[in-house]
């Protein structure tokens, strides 16, 4: 199997992982979307930390990739802007449907690979 072949289906399983975390669900009557990130980030405590570990994901894959160390910062700094702002109270879980930071990193990576 070619590079990049195997690149572009590694970006198909990223993109579905994103659009699961930020967007699989529209609240009804509505236009917003939200994911299992901000479902979990209900959950007091860990919910945030929980979204931030699966975040993970996709940094790891794009490492393996072969990105760079600028992409892999720019990831880390968008879940770690959604962890920090997600975590405070209501604000956070709204920030959280708008910001959609795995669905940032899928684009990121998209960018990357030239797909």
């Known amino acids: ?16 992982f994103a659009h699961l975390m930020d967007a699989q669900f529209r609240i009804p009557f509505t236009n917003i ?12 405590g860990v919910g945030d930390g929980i979204a931030f570990l699966l975040a993970l994901y996709p940094v790891i894959e794009a490492r393996r990739m072969g990105a760079g160390f600028g992409l892999i910062a720019k990831m880390l700094l968008n879940i770690v802007i959604d962890t920090v702002i997600g975590s405070v109270p209501i604000l956070g879980d ?13 684009k990121l990576l998209r960018k990357f690979l030239g797909l």
């Open 33 to 44: 979307s939200i994911g299992i990130d901000g479902l979990i980030g209900l959950i007091p």
């Open 1 to 16: 199997m070619s590079e990049t072949k195997s690149n572009a289906e590694c970006l198909k399983r990223i993109e579905a």
């Open 94 to 106: 709204i920030f959280d449907i708008g910001f959609k930071a795995n669905i940032r990193n899928a």
